[in-house]
Nanobody, 124 residues
Framework: QVQLVESGGGLVQAGGSLRLSCAAS????????MGWFRQTPGKEREFVAT????????YYADSVKGRFTISRDDAKNTVYLQMNSLKPEDTAVYYC?????????????????WGQGTQVTVSS
């Protein structure tokens, strides 16, 4: 049974930083691509960032490019999302997700396992 547990969310002022973590268990973490998505009330869940199994390929939504960085530590079975220069429009519930293959994708339907989400609130 795959489990993904996010942490690190919270309240931060605009311009500040947060680092989200997603701890995975249940199968070999290092073989699979990981992604971060976010969702606000009344809107569809949207892609934020993804990383392939080797950590060599990363992709970002245009809205976060240059501010957010996805990384992974396979020894800790954890994927991270470093968020800098946060804006009020970054406020959302952030979810991590895992694929069943190693290739990264921005498509939400490409992910099979999801965490419960962590709230990020950016005040102006």
């Amino acid at each position: 049974q795959v489990q993904l547990v996010e942490s690190g969310g919270g309240l931060v002022q605009a311009g500040g930083s947060l680092r989200l973590s997603c701890a995975a268990s249940g199968r070999t973490f290092g073989s699979f691509a990981m992604g971060w998505f976010r969702q606000t009330p009344g809107k569809e869940r949207e892609f934020v960032a993804t990383i392939n199994w080797k950590g060599t390929n990363t992709y970002y939504a245009d809205s976060v490019k240059g501010r957010f960085t996805i990384s992974r530590d396979d020894a800790k079975n954890t994927v991270y999302l470093q968020m800098n220069s946060l804006k009020p429009e970054d406020t959302a519930v952030y979810y991590c997700a895992q694929r069943t293959i190693g290739i990264a994708t921005t498509a939400i339907q490409g992910y099979d396992y999801w965490g419960q989400g962590t709230q990020v609130t950016v005040s102006s």
